[in-house]
């Protein structure tokens, strides 16, 4: 989809004025990217409809070129279509259902985390009775977390589990149950009756529907089946930190109706954060995922020294010193993969390229052995210097020959991010 979508804007971008062919053509790249990624017919649309009639207005409050203004209008009406941050969860007990490996029970321990962080009373329990690894996998989670798992005899069932579990949970004062389910590799009525009795006998607070981004079609299909049988009042979306951009989101939210509450970005414990619905916006039209990178960028980097590198990116004043320090702050952040593909305007494709982090060791080396002098203005390292560094960092000229050789590109590259009015493709990684 985000691909299909940086098509579509390449071939306006450049545009001084769009005629109505060039709108009317925009907008059938993008009905049908979004119909292939599963959206609803008739929400697909409506949400033409609207984004057309606003296209064509000429908005001259705003000081936008064409292009720019298409670009807004498609992301506004993408934001409202994908709804509002509803990250809250009602208190009681919280059902997550979603088929086999989407990731319901890794689910359950990263939100016990994000909720007993956020100083709530947790407790989790399973109902996966055919598989015991499942419940070993929750009662582990569990333990990690420092939440109660709820153990019972073995034998009983998966309904009376949930009924015994939430007496428990109510003599402890709990906050929040949560309740895993099993899955099925497919849907099937047995499955679907034991989700029915079991909600009918707690009447859970919330029924939470686990996708998983890299399903597509599927996930939505699925969804609706749950949505019909059980009733859902929400979803998470899981594995948003692959290639999935985020169509499913606007399926599912357009099609069923019910908000996206959390995404899961990782298999870790604190792999999971609220739905932003203008993040997923600009993932999904490719503009990269602007926020998550700044908030990213801010864990690992102390907030002045954030500001001044952000402020000489600006005014272009980034030198070797600066370069340094990201390749540090980019060691701390951990596992590159997942950082690019939050860099605005960085392409599919590049995004499956594999970050080797001995290569940033090798270039910290490098500008390690340098002087002050040089890093501040490596226009005067000239032959004798380059052998000198080389030496130093245990490389080859041609490694430090390249080294600079990226640095001017990536130069380059802030030049034009500052410039930037639309998606950019980045010709190539400085890294
Ligand atoms: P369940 O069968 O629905 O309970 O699924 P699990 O919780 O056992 O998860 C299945 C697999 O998906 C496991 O290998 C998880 O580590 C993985 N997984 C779950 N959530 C995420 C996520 O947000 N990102 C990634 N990359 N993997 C995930
Ligand atoms: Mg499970």
Do not use: C, W
């Not at 916006?281 to 002045?304: T, V, Y």
């Not at 390229?353 to 500008?367: M, N, S, T, Y």
Request: without cysteine; charged residues 30%; hydrophobic residues 40%.
């Amino acid at each position: 989809l985000t691909e299909r979508f940086s098509k579509a804007f390449a071939k306006v971008e450049n545009s001084r004025k769009l005629t109505e062919k060039q709108i009317n053509d925009f907008l059938r790249e993008i009905r049908s990217a979004l119909l292939e990624s599963d959206a609803d017919y008739d929400v697909v649309k409506d949400f033409l409809k609207r984004v057309r009639e606003k296209a064509l207005q000429e908005d001259i409050t705003k000081k936008v070129s064409p292009f720019e203004h298409l670009l807004l209008t498609v992301y506004e009406e993408l934001v409202k279509v994908l709804g509002e941050t509803v990250s809250e969860l009602k208190k009681g007990t919280v059902l997550f259902v979603g088929l086999q490996g989407t990731g319901k029970t890794t689910t359950i321990g990263k939100l016990a985390k994000y909720l007993k962080d956020k100083g709530f009373k947790v407790a989790v329990s399973s109902t996966d009775v055919r598989r015991p690894a499942a419940m070993l996998q929750l009662q582990r989670l569990a333990e990690k977390v420092g939440v109660p798992y709820y153990h019972f005899d073995e034998g009983l069932s998966a309904l009376e589990i949930a009924k015994r579990s939430q007496a428990k949970a109510k003599e402890d004062g709990v906050d929040y149950l949560l309740l895993d389910t099993a899955g099925r590799l497919h849907i099937d009525e047995e499955l679907m009756e034991e989700l029915s009795s079991i909600k009918s006998a707690v009447s859970p607070s919330e029924v939470l529907y686990v996708a998983d981004a890299m399903q597509g079609q599927e996930a939505l299909r699925i969804a609706k089946v749950f949505h019909e049988k059980i009733g859902l009042t929400g979803a998470v979306l899981t594995k948003m930190d692959g290639d999935a951009r985020g169509g499913v989101a606007f399926s599912l939210r357009s099609a069923l109706g019910i908000p996206i509450k959390f995404v899961g970005v990782g298999e870790k414990l604190e792999d999971i954060e609220p739905f932003y619905p203008d993040r997923i916006a600009q993932r999904i039209m490719g503009l990269g995922d602007i926020q998550s990178l700044i908030e990213k960028a801010q864990q690992a980097i102390p907030e002045d020294e954030a500001q001044v590198l952000a402020t000489k990116v600006l005014t272009g004043s980034f030198d070797l010193e600066d370069l340094l320090k990201q390749l540090e702050f980019m060691e701390k952040m951990g596992p590159l993969d997942k950082l690019l593909g939050m860099i605005p305007g960085l392409s599919a494709q590049l995004k499956n390229l594999k970050i080797d982090e001995k290569i940033i060791k090798k270039k910290k080396a490098i500008i390690q052995s340098m002087t002050k002098e040089e890093r501040r203005n490596p226009l005067i390292i000239n032959m004798s210097r380059k052998q000198r560094i080389a030496k130093g960092s245990g490389t080859t000229i041609s490694d430090v020959n390249k080294l600079l050789k990226e640095y001017e590109e990536m130069k380059k590259l802030m030049k034009k991010l500052k410039n930037a009015k639309g998606p950019i493709g980045i010709p190539r990684l400085p890294f």
